[in-house]
């Protein structure tokens, strides 16, 4: 969509146009006169002549052209207008540029003119060859605003007709074999902007292979290489014959080794004649040696090209010789990166300038960055206490500034850490304006727009003689870069400033200054309030439910990005000069709660019976970006916040929402009663139950599934079941069994106990196949028969864990801890640890800590909080003590020295929260000098109060105290609070604990032997 109303921005007179586009072939010329006051783009100036279908002459403004930022336009007016008349007419005085664009139909152009102009786009109509031209249009007219348009607005359309056009090629021949430019611009720009909605769903599985071929083709392909390998087999296996075999493909985030471990050399082969033509794009050397022979070099020798493996060895060996050989493919050019202000494109500028200022301008392509988010602004927090908490100790950091109103993208390069205090002895004090010298560091500037499109960007090295001055420590400000060059400060408004007095050149001549604040937010509630003089009418809501609001286009514009883009593109009606929009689809309350975000800066939701999920949807049409971040991050903190079942089922709709999706199928496969025990669940979408059916943490027995499954059938069957199955007829089951035909196979029946299928099969055979009974019977006999169905694994909720707190999916989250495994988790069947529950509180006494637990080795405690409920625990590698032990006595006797607080130095503890379960909080030491305290009138104690167990004044009373201190995160937002129950395990590593106990069996059996030789020895010797 344009930035601002270009229809507003000339005057539209006759003799107003500057500019005559020839389109399409002409043969007969006809005049027409059409004129249409309301619609700009349909006066005369604009469409002044018609020829015939295939023709038109159309009258534009210069000004316009240059303006949308098409480098066609750019290069093919500023050519005419340096060689003086050349393709140029006079009229009424006015010198007319004539451009000619006979390979683009009149009725494509027509619709472009439309977008440029106002902004309106309609393709609902448009045959799957018109759209194909649109494309191609667009893309060899440089429009890449209307490519965003139409791939952000019809997506699914768009890629469902670039497929069909691939496998049907020789359909549109003359559009793809001629036009290759163009057709390279369309897969680059689909590559850039929309990789990962691609192939983070399934809509690449059923790509034609002509299509797969041009993406693998494309550099800009934003997707780390051995991700586009895998999404390539996985394409293989799909397409080919074995397809059906591997039903699991339907797990998107099925790990490679998982999904070949049963390859026969035969299904390999398939797989190798599939994508023969495709496995030379992947760019195998840009591959870490390490992980291409792990994932692919090894696993797959047999499909890839003979030589390969030996090649790329070489290639890692000695890349110097290989660094000009044009058979090596570059690395891609772009880089993902989560970031709210820069793009992928721009990220390789970055990187680029990085290696210039660090390496020199002679460093290969081959050697890149990864670009790690540490702080956002809008998400993090603004303050400069929260920069250095989350910065301060890190190297090779790039701060990117956004200007509030401006637009501006400033930033710098510190190939240094931040620090904000050094350390004498014991002791921290605040560094104060510090300098680091560097010669490496570097300013800069970025123009926040395509950068093919002509965009300045700005690299401002230090210079030679200040390299003392480039980088400084400073406790009070953010990052500063140079004496004053740019540097952050709260202010006196509380508001974050960038000062920055730096001009941005080579050679640093002369100096400028621009303040910007990053944070601002101006109060119009007063205009909320008194809407005199309004101009836009928003009709939200639909039936009984509607309200009218009133509001001010300029404060929409300013405030939301899809206002802007409405507004200037008139979507909505006028009548009397106001502005009306219908928003039909957004409740009134929480539409509400967002015009007053917009005028306010104030998001005020928690005492309003609204939805999260509602407003955060709500927050993403009408692109209130801040909005979404922060209800985002609430909804993946605070499960108490999600209104079940309605959010559920709302948010099964956006599958694109991936956190908020799998958040939600967490909550409610951990109480499932939320959906299945509601009224809602009888109407729910078939494909929605198939995905809680699938899902392997679902608590809930297989036979209760069941039951809720044949409730929903009945439900959703056309005709009327009684609820007495033993009153059915044939017909009945046979219209049961249609109803429930796609969700039978996800219930595991292979899982039920013989009563629970007997119970089934006594009820529903009728529903169930023959062959599916006989092998049910046949696994019970024999759970290794060769089967006809697939035996779908038991859920890890129904796996009993020796706990009141906790369950084995909690045990398993804790022992990938202990393993330090934070990325994935382990599953509960495959943890190396054993649990061994030595200490329940309610049932040893709650004072009972240091007998049942002192020198028991290393050991989890879980806490269950009174009121909330919530859990919280810590992990202690070493021994828990309260008496000290005498060393030196062969039975380590005690000596009745009661510990009082005494500190135990080690690295490997943590604390952790399953409050969320879904998103459970580890908190890892950050103070190991005080891991862990011994303390003989206390519980277990983490840190200097992080999570210490205290005697409550009662016997029966015992209470927690928690204060961040010595480990990286609070776990509780209370520092005092009353336990419910706790316990403690004691962990035992199955890897080495067998090996440890027959040591320690042969060790004394040497001492032993020892012994007795030297009791030997001396009676020999006294003897004689």
Not at 629 to 655: A, G
Not at 751 to 761: A, E, I, L, Y
Request: a neutral charge; hydrophobic letters at 35%; one cysteine or more.
């Amino acid at each position: 969509m344009v930035d601002k109303n270009l229809s507003n921005s000339v005057s539209f007179t006759q003799d107003s146009y500057d500019v005559m586009i020839k389109v399409g072939q002409k043969t007969l010329k006809v005049e027409v006169n059409s004129k249409n006051n309301n619609n700009p783009f349909r006066n005369k100036e604009f469409l002044s002549k018609v020829l015939n279908q295939n023709y038109k002459e159309f009258h534009v403004h210069s000004s316009i052209l240059l303006d949308i930022k098409s480098k066609y336009f750019y290069n093919a007016l500023s050519d005419i207008i340096n060689n003086n008349d050349l393709k140029r007419t006079e009229k009424n005085m006015i010198k007319i540029i004539v451009l000619e664009l006979p390979d683009i139909d009149p009725t494509i152009f027509e619709v472009i003119l439309e977008f440029l102009y106002n902004g309106n786009l309609d393709i609902s109509n448009f045959t799957s060859q018109g759209i194909v031209s649109l494309l191609f249009a667009s893309s060899f007219l440089d429009l890449g605003k209307l490519l965003s348009h139409l791939f952000t607005h019809h997506f699914n359309k768009i890629i469902h007709t670039l497929n069909t056009s691939f496998s049907a090629i020789d359909q549109f021949e003359t559009i793809y074999s001629q036009k290759i430019e163009q057709r390279r611009y369309i897969i680059n720009h689909l590559c850039l902007e929309y990789s990962s909605i691609i192939f983070n769903s399934n809509y690449y599985l059923s790509f034609h292979k002509n299509f797969i071929y041009d993406i693998l083709l494309s550099d800009d392909l934003i997707m780390n290489e051995l991700e586009i390998w895998t999404k390539l087999i996985k394409w293989g296996i799909f397409n080919s014959d074995i397809s059906q075999k591997y039903s699991l493909l339907s797990t998107s985030n099925i790990v490679l080794s998982e999904l070949i471990k049963d390859f026969s050399e035969k299904d390999f082969t398939k797989i190798g004649e599939k994508i023969k033509d495709l496995i030379p794009l992947i760019r195998f050397y840009q591959i870490k040696l390490e992980d291409y022979f792990k994932e692919i070099g090894y696993p797959f020798k047999s499909i890839l090209p003979e030589g390969l493996n030996k090649c790329i060895f070489k290639y890692n060996m000695k890349k110097e010789i290989y660094l000009n050989n044009n058979n090596i493919l570059p690395p891609r050019k772009y880089q993902k990166i989560d970031s709210a202000i820069i793009i992928g494109e721009q990220t390789a500028l970055l990187a680029k300038w990085i290696k210039e200022c660090n390496f020199g301008e002679h460093l290969k392509v081959e050697d890149y960055f990864d670009f790690k988010l540490l702080l956002r602004g809008s998400k993090n927090g603004f303050d400069i206490g929260t920069f250095h908490k989350r910065c301060d100790g890190i190297d090779n950091t790039i701060v990117i500034i956004k200007i509030k109103g401006s637009g501006e993208i400033i930033g710098g390069y510190n190939p240094f850490s931040w620090q904000s205090l050094f350390i004498i002895g014991l002791q921290s004090f605040p560094y104060e304006n510090y300098n680091v010298p560097c010669s490496s560091s570097f300013l800069f500037s970025l123009n926040n727009t395509r950068l093919e499109n002509g965009a300045k960007n700005i690299l401002s090295k230090i210079k030679e003689n200040r390299f003392s001055e480039a980088i400084y420590y400073n406790q009070i400000s953010g990052p500063k870069f140079g004496k004053s060059d740019l540097y952050l400060v709260n202010s006196s408004q509380e508001k974050l400033v960038g000062h920055l007095s730096i001009d941005f050149t080579r050679e640093y001549s002369g100096t400028r200054v621009l303040r910007g604040y990053l944070d601002s937010t101006r109060d119009f509630s007063n205009l909320l309030k008194n809407t005199n003089d309004y101009n836009v009418k928003i009709i939200v809501g639909k039936e009984r439910n509607i309200k009218e609001f009133k509001a001010h286009s300029v404060i929409l514009s300013s405030r939301s990005i899809y206002f802007q883009k409405a507004l200037s593109a008139q979507w909505a009606r006028s009548e009397d000069g106001i502005i009306i929009f219908h928003k039909p689809n957004i409740s009134p309350l929480v539409f509400e709660v967002l015009l007053n975000y917009i005028y306010t800066g104030v998001l005020s939701i928690e005492n309003i019976n609204i939805s999260f999920v509602d407003t955060f949807i709500a927050s993403d049409e009408l692109e209130l970006i801040e909005i979404c971040q922060r209800i985002e991050e609430r909804l993946l903190k605070d499960e108490s916040v999600w209104k079940f079942p309605n959010d559920f089922i709302t948010i099964c709709q956006y599958e694109h929402f991936t956190k908020l999706y799998n958040v939600a199928f967490a909550l409610v496969c951990r109480n499932p009663n939320v959906i299945f025990g509601s009224k809602e669940f009888l109407k729910m979408e078939e494909n929605y139950l198939i995905k809680l059916l699938k899902c392997d943490d679902l608590e809930l027995e297989e036979i209760e599934l069941w039951e809720y499954l044949i409730k929903w059938g009945i439900e959703n069957t056309d005709s009327i079941l009684d609820d007495d199955s033993t009153k059915w007829t044939p017909m009945d089951f046979a219209e049961l069994e249609k109803t429930l035909h796609n969700c039978i196979p996800h219930i595991r029946f292979f899982q039920m106990s013989p009563n629970d299928f007997g119970v089934v099969r006594a009820q529903f055979k009728e529903i169930l196949p023959d062959d599916l009974i006989d092998d049910i019977f046949q696994y019970y006999l024999n759970p290794k028969s060769k089967l006809k169905y697939q035996v779908l694994p038991l859920r890890e909720s129904a796996y009993n864990f020796n706990s009141n707190i906790i369950n084995a999916k909690d045990a398993a989250i804790i022992a990938s801890w202990v393993d330090k495994k934070e990325e994935t988790y382990y599953h509960f069947k495959d943890i190396p640890f054993n649990f061994e529950l030595i200490y329940r509180a309610s049932t040893e006494g709650f004072r009972n800590f240091h007998r049942n637990c002192d020198n028991r080795g290393p050991t989890v405690v879980v806490i269950k909080v009174r009121n909330s409920g919530e859990i919280i625990g810590g992990y202690n590698p070493l021994d828990w003590r309260s008496v000290k032990l005498e060393e030196n006595s062969p039975l380590l006797s005690h000596n009745n020295e009661i510990y009082n607080d005494h500190k135990c130095e080690i690295s490997s503890s943590f604390i952790f929260s399953l409050a969320n379960r879904a998103i459970p909080t580890l908190s890892r030491v950050s103070s190991k000098k005080e891991a862990i305290i011994w303390c003989g009138d206390k519980g277990p104690c983490f840190g200097l109060q992080d999570l210490w167990i205290k005697n409550g004044s009662l016997p029966h009373i015992i209470v927690g105290k928690s204060k961040q201190h010595s480990y990286e995160k609070k776990i509780i937002n209370r520092e005092t609070f009353e336990i419910e129950e706790y316990e403690v395990f004691r962990i035992i590593d199955n890897r080495f604990y067998l090996s440890k106990f027959i040591y320690r069996i042969f060790e004394v059996i040497i001492r032993t032997i020892r012994s007795i030789d030297k009791r030997v020895s001396f009676q020999i010797r006294g003897g004689a």
